[in-house]
């Protein structure tokens, strides 16, 4: 009830605000809204939460409904503002996740994950293109255009998946185990195969579709650099911190947040990948270092608010009229790409030492949500390529669209299953005020 | 610069500082009170400022605008959920009436005598409007005085006895005849339909002020209903605190005002107010120095019109007080001596002064306003700088600890 009431206040409180003609400078509509999203996301993830749903998908729930597709609450400038968020986000999430891969645990699961990751870049690659290929009579493209460079970029999207979204339902269901794990880890080995699939597959795809493109093979020094700068980067940065932590130690949350801030602006300007790098650091500070709990616990304790925001923005920023378009052609790709997707992974597992039954029947269901890295790509597909750039960016809108709002509930309801989301169940927490200190076995704070 | 990016350097220059500050300077110099004053973090903000070498340019410090709406916000409710009736129903009742009738007086004499002097010549060209608004805000300030670090760290003042207790009593009451002050600023010299398209009286703006503090108290107090740990509990304060100085800018209001009667409400309506007043306090080191830093790169101290304001306003300001002090001590009944020079212990002033000042420079931006916020940041070094002296000498005929 009290929630119902505060949901009501607020949103009478930010109508009154969009009354004002003027709605002020940016700056103060930037503010007004981000604090709107902060508290609306957070009492939307509540009542999601009280339906059985996880948060997150309440958070985006939120977004949707106060974004500028639906309850205009947030203008498409303030929204734009407000994505700066994501860079820091993405960073803290990218650490969380690498700082969650720990060899100990990984080792026995090691070709289970390889081979998962291969099932599904091969197959859902190669299944979304020939799916591409054989609907494109559906797609009313204009003449001239390279249907093989479009299915192409839908095999690539198609293989992404959301770490972002990964992570945050296992910290939510504060899940641990060998079906966590398999999911976490083909999460981070997928962002780098993707990285490389993009690279490698872009200039196939100009030269597929722009007449006179040829074949430039500079694009293997980049990746190169991209990646073993990231990793590289990742290394340097994960012992920087650990310096940081053992020497200084003091207000270690605002240091996290100042250096996530900082290594993704870096990142960019030398090229690198910014969520790769931090993952590495992650990785590093857990495995090769001995504060790898307190980066951890700190992370966590600043993450709430800005998971809110993240997921909330990334609701606001669903393109409904695109989703309205395009939505029965987005509708069988999702299907297709849902299948392809447990396909893959029932096959990956089989080839592991010890298949876990739980990966072989759900672990499917951990890939389904796309987001961020997703929307990147269609974003580059949209400007690279004019002639059909656009409508393979709206349809992607769609398919992250619904995947990011079916992803979570999917994914959320396969730990269940799995036996590993311990949240509810009296299970310690890692840390956290409620609990006591990190317990060997115990799963991480709820978002 | 990328605003981020430059929120870092604000915050990593804030932390090495801070760091440097446990250095402690050797006591009674006086670069320990410029140290102690946080004179320095204006210092360093006016040198990296668009006035100085450029680092942080306008862009940018508009983009960061969101984060002084922020630490305005903060610090009213701060204040305000350190207003509790039971705590402060401790004190006697002749306290009360020093601190507010002191720092009235030295509102109202500052207030008329600036009026007064604008109405026949002001530094810059102002409109009629503006001369109100600056006067009004420079009366406010006026009435704030500050037990600053400095003062302190004077042994006098540590050393106890109802003198010294009413000299660390008053300035932690005077912000509400200041915030008193800017409130009615703020509303009865609203910029109106020009900013936000809406025409309203000043009453209304008043109402609109108090009332949007008490709605979004009341919004804080269910959403603190539905919070159970901690991590949520920061979300609730951090997104509170946003969310309500946004409004109140929006709505062209004074953050400080809204939190202040927004932390009012809570404090006095929630058992809960040390877990929040903690998390406040937590918080509220960094962001002063941030506030500090972006109000120092705000200033632009190429314009001579606020060194003249300045030596003004400190001129006005410390006969104001004299006689502020005299008039409440006139009209009270203390049951303890007061010595002559104690008045002098309340012309210090510190940060609260400069949050007024970013609170009417963020929507007054007109060429008397960037005048007044020059000159309180200017008369708030000085008398910061001065602090350690005048409280000592304000506390050397006090009698001893009892």
């Known amino acids: 009830m009290t929630t119902f009431l505060a949901l009501l206040v607020l949103a009478g409180l930010m109508a009154a605000a969009r009354w004002i003609p003027a709605f002020g400078k940016l700056a103060f509509q930037t503010t007004v809204s981000l604090g709107f999203v902060l508290i609306f996301g957070f009492l939307v993830g509540r009542l999601a939460r009280r339906i059985r749903l996880p948060r997150i998908t309440g958070y985006i729930l939120a977004g949707v409904i106060c974004g500028p597709y639906l309850g205009r609450f947030l203008t498409g400038p303030v929204v734009r503002e407000l994505r700066l968020i994501d860079d820091l986000a993405l960073a803290l999430i990218a650490f969380t996740a690498g700082g969650e891969l720990r060899i100990r645990d990984l080792a026995p699961r090691w070709r289970s994950i390889v081979a998962v990751t291969g099932a599904q870049t091969g197959i859902v690659g190669a299944g979304m293109f020939v799916t591409v290929l054989l609907a494109s009579p559906l797609f009313h493209l204009p003449p001239g255009v390279s249907v093989a460079a479009m299915a192409i970029a839908f095999g690539i999207f198609a293989v992404a998946s959301s770490p972002a979204t990964a992570v945050a339902i296992i910290n939510e269901a504060r899940a641990r185990g060998t079906f966590t794990d398999t999911v976490l880890g083909v999460t981070v080995l997928k962002d780098v195969v993707v990285l490389v699939l993009v690279t490698l597959l872009l200039p196939v795809m100009r030269l597929l579709s722009l007449p006179g493109a040829t074949f430039d093979l500079g694009f293997v020094g980049d990746l190169a650099w991209e990646v073993g700068g990231s990793l590289a980067g990742g290394v340097v940065l994960g012992y920087l911190v650990t310096f940081y932590v053992n020497g200084v130690g003091a207000v270690l949350p605002l240091f996290i947040v100042g250096v996530s801030i900082l290594v993704t602006q870096v990142a960019r300007q030398f090229h690198l990948e910014p969520l790769l790098l931090c993952m590495v650091a992650g990785f590093v500070i857990e495995n090769a270092t001995r504060v790898g709990d307190r980066f951890i616990d700190a992370i966590e304790r600043s993450s709430l608010p800005v998971y809110v925001v993240f997921f909330a923005i990334s609701g606001a920023a669903i393109n409904l009229q695109a989703v309205r378009d395009a939505w029965y052609l987005a509708l069988i790709l999702v299907v297709v790409r849902l299948l392809l997707v447990s396909g893959a992974t029932a096959l990956g597992e089989r080839a592991a030492a010890r298949p876990n039954p739980m990966v072989r029947r759900w672990g499917g269901l951990g890939f389904v949500a796309q987001a961020g890295v997703t929307l990147g790509l269609a974003s580059i597909v949209a400007r690279k390529f004019p002639g059909w750039g656009e409508e393979a960016r709206v349809l992607a809108l769609a398919m992250v669209a619904i995947n990011q709002l079916v992803g979570p509930v999917a994914f959320r309801w396969a730990l269940s299953r799995s036996g590993e989301a311990t949240e509810g169940s009296g299970a310690p927490a890692r840390n956290g005020e409620s609990v006591g200190a990190r317990t060997p076995a115990g799963s991480r704070r709820s978002v | ?402």
Request: hydrophobic fraction near 55%; charge should be positive.
């Open chain 2, 1 to 402: 610069m990328n605003a981020l990016v430059a929120l870092i350097l604000i915050g990593a220059l804030g932390f090495a500082m801070g760091r440097f500050l446990f250095l402690r300077p050797r006591p009674g110099t006086l670069y320990e009170r410029f140290m102690l004053s946080g004179a320095e973090f204006l210092a360093i903000g006016a040198v990296i400022g668009p006035s100085g070498l450029q680092i942080l340019d306008r862009w940018t410090l508009t983009n960061l605008e969101p984060f002084l709406i922020l630490a305005l916000s903060w610090i009213g409710l701060l204040l305000g959920i350190q207003l509790r009736w039971r705590h402060l129903i401790r004190f006697p009742w002749p306290y009360f009436q020093v601190s507010l009738v002191q720092g009235a007086v030295t509102l109202g004499l500052c207030f008329g005598a600036l009026a007064l002097l604008f109405f026949f010549w002001t530094p810059v060209v102002a409109a009629a409007a503006d001369r109100w608004r600056a006067a009004l805000c420079l009366g406010a300030v006026a009435a704030l005085s500050s037990s600053t670090e400095a003062a302190l760290h004077e042994p006098r003042a540590a050393k106890g006895g109802h003198v010294a207790g009413l000299l660390r009593f008053v300035p932690a009451i005077d912000p509400l005849v200041t915030l008193l002050g800017l409130g009615l600023l703020f509303s009865f010299w609203h910029s109106g339909r020009q900013a936000v398209g809406v025409e309203f009286s000043g009453f209304q703006w008043l109402l609109a002020s108090v009332g949007g503090g008490l709605l979004l108290g009341s919004l804080f107090l269910l959403l603190l209903a539905s919070v159970h740990q901690s991590d949520e509990a920061v979300l609730a304060v951090l997104g509170m605190a946003i969310f309500s100085g946004g409004l109140a800018s929006v709505f062209h209001l004074s953050p400080l005002v809204v939190g202040l009667i927004q932390g009012i409400l809570i404090s006095n309506w929630r058992r809960q107010e040390d877990l929040l007043l903690n998390m406040l306090l937590k918080l509220e080191r960094p962001l002063y120095v941030a506030l500090l830093v972006l109000a120092g790169a705000a200033w632009r101290f190429d314009e001579p019109a606020g060194y003249l304001l300045a030596v003004l306003f400190i001129a006005l300001r410390v006969g104001a007080k004299f006689l502020g002090v005299r008039t409440a001590l006139a009209v009270t009944r203390l049951p303890f001596h007061v010595p002559g020079r104690w008045w002098l212990g309340l012309v210090p002033q510190g940060a609260m002064a400069i949050a007024v000042a970013v609170s009417y420079g963020l929507i007054y931006d007109d060429p008397l306003g960037r005048a007044t916020f020059s000159a309180i940041l200017l008369s708030t070094v000085v008398l910061t700088l001065l602090g350690r002296p005048l409280v000592h000498s304000a506390l050397s005929d006090q009698e001893p600890a009892p």
